[in-house]
């Protein structure tokens, strides 16, 4: 094995990792505040790809510009089914808190609806968008790398590290932190826990807003596109620690790495098989994953 | 108590259907609308099969199918590479499901709430694209994702190969009552009040000496021997196997949604869901034809979100209550 | 003469983290008794009891049950031992009625379900829930739930039965009723461990206290006289009342 391919392979795993981990900031944050596992977390991503996908064929507008609209539709849209689809279920249980089936069966539903209205509006054709930046790369130490998937990296990290910062910061993140840590004593100090936690799940959406719209620049999109990116996200958050900001980006930069070194070996669709199983591996054996502090067992 | 008069309703009704059921391919001789009722007694059939271990003990698997698709692959590759007729490679592919039943639930039982069902999809998705990349194992070709066909041997019960749809419908109905049975029997037996058990506290059932994990796995155990069955079935039925088809996703949520929404944790809630589903399914796919794919699934999502949140013990709930026969299992003497 | 202890529990310990919880506890259970084990909170009482109902392992030291070691023994293999349990905060098993719930203890000693159901009806009546067989478990009042606790693991039919903080939130004649069912299950042969914060109660209701000081016994004997003693007293009130008398 060329150790200069691998070296490639690595920097092409970090890169992707990156982004990877970026797109499961949303369902580490959705989870960390709501005790909730967002199934349909990919289908909102595979959404805000399509939607630039949209922007961008009928409009002519650029994928990096998008995000000017996918981001504010992603958060209404996360905001209204949290609203309207997950809250019931709160207030059905007294304790204002689900039970934890319920409500990955209740976003089951939506990841069914949502990818099956994809599917039936799009059909199961390929769409890509065709952007100079796609094939741009520069070269680093003698390897190129590829520009598109570098600036969604770096978005990764900065969002993570923004996002971090607002949620220490502000009072509306400070209010986000104390219901995740404690929500009847969030309650008790004033808190409007509903609210919170509509924000907070359309906040997770939103994100997911600026990587679909850094993804489609350099990804095509299918109706599969969405599950394939959602069971990513549970692996990147089950390694990293569900919960942990920090976490998200480290995880997604570990399975990114993996997946492709994995693929110098094997094909990329066999390297899913030990991405899986690492994901069991580490939920047996360290749930708490690497930087998280929620336990998973009985 | 329910009155003596609502529960002879009941089981009027029971005997209504069964006799109906049981009439059915006479009455109606249409091969369409009968290999209709075959899919969804099917689906009743996996349903049941799921609900015997998740509606009971209380946990999600959403990795049900791989049940099916192993042993269906076990029982046409016994067929194919060694002629040993279905009705035994049925049996010997549920061994082996229930087998690896054993080997996924004994770790993954440890795992609470969506961890045990991110962790069935896991193992699920791990087995599928396995044989979905294995062209040949040990010299025996799988055929990866293109799958295996079953030849065409013609009329002959050994090779559970039968002209028209009748035979298979009355095997299918068959396996169907069988699977109700067992639930039921299971209910009233030390398993059943044992699965209940640990599904309301875990940590209470077992300092009244129950164990948790052996008997969540031997409940697991049944459902995937029953599963696997039901994959072999719809192997020979197709006469075709992949692993899109019998061990892919789709099928596990099927089986959990038409469960779910039809009632948990009950012996005929399964079935009712699969009755009312899998139609609706049929129902879009014919009036669309192929142009609108995946209507039937937006529909299922929609129920599945509804169920949960309004009818969280299922359609059998309010329709057992109006018939009375209540759907608690209360003490029979 | 003097027949062999039930229960032995030699120098068990038990640390979490930084926390010594328990320290080389050893302690006697006498066919018969009712032993409380008393102690302020945070004493590590609910630790040791864990520790003899399986729930815990300990660190250090052995636990002797009819002669036989059950040290480490996981709680389902303590309750085939013939050692039952009440949790605090237990919950009902929902999806069955409140006679179903008591059955469930039943199928650890029989497969008979005919049978197991008339002693369940038994063990109703005995706690004066007869009519309640039916009902939903989740339906019923704190008190009957606490009572519910009592018979699930009663149907177990226990030779020791720990009980855990049984009068916790009952009103006073709830409490006296449940004082009453307490002795009435030992005179059924059946030796009692209670943990109890109650002192009423559990000063009322024991043969015998052991006391809990952050992990160490600090006492050992008839409530009166343990009532008495500096070290209790200072481990309740704290230094100034230790001096005073009862």
């Known amino acids: 094995m060329d150790p200069l391919i691998l070296f490639f392979a690595l920097v092409n795993g970090l890169l992707v990792g990156g982004i990877y981990g970026g797109i499961a900031l949303g369902l580490s944050l959705i989870f960390g505040v709501l005790r909730v596992i967002n199934f349909a977390h990919g289908s909102f991503l595979m959404l805000a790809m399509y939607g630039a996908y949209l922007l961008w064929s009928v409009f002519g507008i650029h994928p990096y510009v998008a995000p000017v609209i996918i981001v504010p539709a992603l958060f209404a849209l996360g905001y209204a089914v949290q609203a309207w689809i997950i809250a019931p279920l709160f207030r059905r249980e007294r304790a204002m808190v689900v039970e934890p089936i319920s409500a990955l069966l209740v976003t089951t539903g939506v990841y069914l609806v949502v990818d099956n209205l994809v599917l039936m509006a799009f059909g199961p054709d390929v769409r890509a968008v065709s952007v100079d930046i796609a094939q741009e790369s520069f070269f680093l130490l003698g390897l190129p790398v590829n520009v598109a998937r570098l600036i969604g990296c770096v978005a990764a990290v900065l969002l993570a590290w923004g996002l971090a910062l607002w949620l220490r910061r502000s009072d509306l993140g400070r209010s986000i932190r104390a219901t995740a840590q404690n929500r009847d004593a969030a309650t008790l100090s004033g808190v409007n826990v509903p609210f919170i936690y509509n924000i907070t799940f359309a906040l997770g959406c939103a994100v997911l807003g600026v990587f679909g719209s850094l993804l489609v620049a350099f990804l095509p999109v299918t109706p599969t596109t969405g599950l394939s990116f959602g069971i990513k996200s549970f692996l990147v958050v089950v390694l990293g620690g569900i919960g942990s900001i920090p976490g998200s980006i480290v995880g997604g930069l570990l399975l990114g790495v993996f997946e492709s070194v994995a693929s110098q070996f094997v094909t990329a669709t066999s390297a899913a098989m030990f991405s899986f199983g690492l994901f069991i591996a580490v939920l047996l054996f360290k749930p708490s994953g690497l930087l998280g502090a929620r336990v998973a067992k009985r | 108590m329910q009155s003596p008069r609502q529960s002879r309703l009941g089981a009027a009704i029971l005997l209504a259907v069964a006799v109906l059921a049981v009439l059915l391919p006479w009455i109606v001789q249409d091969s369409y609308f009968i290999h209709t009722v075959i899919m969804v007694l099917y689906f009743a059939y996996m349903a049941t099969a799921w609900n015997f271990v998740c509606g009971y003990v209380g946990q999600l698997s959403l990795g049900h199918s791989v049940f099916s698709g192993v042993a269906g692959y076990v029982t046409v590759l016994l067929f194919i590479q060694t002629g040993l007729s279905p009705w035994l490679g049925m049996l010997a592919g549920g061994a082996v499901a229930a087998l690896l039943a054993v080997a996924i639930g004994f770790p993954t039982f440890r795992l609470k709430g969506p961890y045990f069902t991110l962790t069935t999809i896991a193992f699920a998705e791990i087995l599928r694209i396995w044989f979905e990349n294995t062209d040949t194992f040990l010299g025996i070709p799988l055929k990866g994702a293109e799958g295996l066909v079953v030849p065409l041997i013609g009329d002959s019960w050994a090779a559970f190969q039968f002209n028209g749809k009748t035979a298979y419908y009355y095997i299918v109905l068959a396996m169907l009552a069988l699977a109700m049975a067992a639930t039921a029997w299971m209910e009233r037996s030390r398993l059943g009040y044992y699965l209940k058990a640990i599904r309301g506290d875990s940590d209470a059932a077992e300092s009244l000496g129950v164990s948790p994990t052996r008997y969540s796995l031997i409940a697991l155990c049944i459902s995937a021997f029953m599963t696997g069955i039901g994959g072999a079935f719809f192997a020979q039925f197709f006469r075709y196997i992949n692993p899109e088809r019998n061990m892919g996703i789709d099928l596990s949520i099927d089986m959990a949604v038409m469960a779910i929404v039809g009632g948990q944790g009950t012996v005929f809630g399964p079935a009712l869901g699969a009755l009312l589903l899998h139609p609706v399914a049929e129902v879009m796919r014919s009036w669309f034809g192929g142009g609108v794919l995946g209507l039937h699934l937006v529909v299922y999502g929609v129920v599945l979100i509804l169920a949960v949140t309004y009818l969280p013990k299922g359609i059998i709930d309010p329709l057992s209550r109006l018939i009375g026969r209540g759907r608690k299992r209360k003490e029979q003497p | ?246």
């Open chain 3, 1 to 246: 003469m003097t027949a062999a202890p039930l229960l032995q529990v030699r120098s068990i310990s038990k640390r979490f983290g930084g926390v010594q919880a328990v320290s080389d506890l050893s302690f006697e259970l006498r066919r018969g008794e009712i032993l409380g084990l008393l102690g302020p909170n945070g004493a590590g009482k609910t630790t040791a009891f864990n520790m003899v109902a399986g729930a815990i392992a300990p660190d250090t030291g052995e636990i002797v049950f009819e002669g036989q070691p059950i040290t480490g023994l996981r709680p389902a293999q303590i309750c085939r031992r013939g050692i039952g349990r009440t949790f605090q905060l237990s919950k009902p098993f929902g999806s069955l009625s409140v006679l179903e719930n008591v059955m469930v203890g039943g199928f650890a000693r029989s497969r008979d379900r005919r049978a197991i159901r008339r002693e369940a009806e038994a063990i109703l009546d005995f706690l004066g829930m007869g009519e309640l067989a039916h009902a939903d478990a989740n339906d019923v009042t704190a008190f009957d739930r606490r009572k519910l606790e009592l018979g699930r693991a009663l149907a177990t039919q226990p030779k020791l039965l720990l009980m855990d903080e049984v009068v916790a939130g009952a009103t006073p004649s709830e409490a006296q009723e449940m004082v009453g069912l307490v002795r009435r299950v030992r005179e059924r042969g059946v030796t009692i461990l209670i943990v109890e914060h109650v002192m009423k109660v559990i000063m009322g209701l024991s043969d015998r206290v052991i006391v809990l000081d952050y992990g160490k016994l600090i006492a050992d004997g008839v409530p009166a006289e343990v009532v008495a003693q500096p070290d209790v007293l200072k481990a309740y009130f704290g230094e100034r009342y230790a001096g005073a008398r009862a």
